[in-house]
């Protein structure tokens, strides 16, 4: 019984692997690159992309559980209906898949719609699999932290709605931990959504008076200027993803990122122990600078 981890190079994907090996689990990991790829040990490795049939093929054979987790590209669709079609006729029924939170609310944002397009294959072809719907990723200010630090500004197009921002290592443990559910199970479980959030729900005024709190020096909220966020990102991503970005701000504003009743209950209970909150991140910037 084998759990296969996509995205394995990642920040999450490399975490799961962290997380399963420590619970004891037979792990293989699907990479790209091998020789760029450092895993602890007893885990496998298998060589493959998700565009190349052949080499899902021999990295699905022999598994039991997947862990799939598909990077933001402009085939990100494609490349997770592949690697769905092979995971079925390599007879792996249970599955783990890494969506978003409102993939079904924000659907003129294209990663958005990707990921909800990809949980209606999971749904209708009865994988018997948990959707993780994650929120905005706390590390995501990471590449902000100049802006912050140096600037007394925080940037992100938040708005005034707010967002249940989430850890990122809470995500890989709840995500390892699913697999494992779903793993030693007897019979396959029936398919399970979560929304993975954080334990409070920010506005961009909320985050700029943390880091102001932490810094012990005012920092402000850029504004809700979703264009401008656009031309900023132009400067060092592809133009397809920053106007993708774009339209993700633009949902911000109307919907924001809003957890349902109930959410934080259930993945305090499933951790056994409290959700990571901003301000953690933002104290260990601070204590760093």
Request: no cysteine; net charge negative; hydrophobic share 45%.
């Amino acid at each position: 019984m084998t759990i296969l981890v996509t995205g394995a190079t990642g920040n999450i994907g490399r975490q799961v692997v962290e997380h399963l090996v420590k619970r004891g689990a037979d792990v293989r990991a699907l990479v790209r690159d091998p020789s760029k790829a450092s895993f602890p040990e007893g885990v496998s490795v298998a060589q493959g992309d998700f565009l190349d049939v052949d080499s899902l093929r021999k990295a699905m054979s022999g598994i039991s559980t997947l862990f799939l987790l598909n990077a933001v590209v402009p085939d990100e669709f494609t490349q997770a209906l592949i690697a769905l079609n092979v995971a079925r006729s390599a007879g792996i029924e249970r599955i783990v898949y890494l969506s978003v939170i409102h993939a079904d609310v924000y659907v003129n944002v294209p990663h958005f719609a990707g990921k909800f397009g990809v949980e209606r294959m999971i749904e209708q072809m009865d994988f018997k699999a948990t959707i993780l719907r994650p929120a905005y990723f706390i590390q995501n200010d990471l590449m902000i932290e100049d802006a912050i630090t140096g600037y007394g500004t925080y940037p992100m197009p938040i708005g005034a709605k707010g967002l249940a921002m989430i850890d990122v290592r809470d995500i890989a443990e709840i995500a390892a931990l699913e697999l494992l559910r779903r793993e030693q199970s007897v019979e396959p479980l029936a398919l399970d959504r979560i929304n993975l959030v954080g334990p409070q729900t920010l506005t961009g005024t909320d985050i700029a008076a943390i880091w102001s709190d932490v810094l012990a020096r005012p920092i402000n909220y850029g504004g809700d200027n979703a264009e401008g966020f656009e031309q900023n990102l132009k400067q060092f991503l592809p133009a397809w993803m920053a106007y993708d970005m774009r339209l993700m701000g633009e949902r911000f504003f109307s919907e924001g990122m809003l957890p349902e009743a109930g959410d934080v209950e259930r993945l305090t209970a499933l951790l056994g122990r409290p959700l990571r909150p901003y301000r953690d991140f933002a104290s260990a910037i601070a204590a760093a600078a």
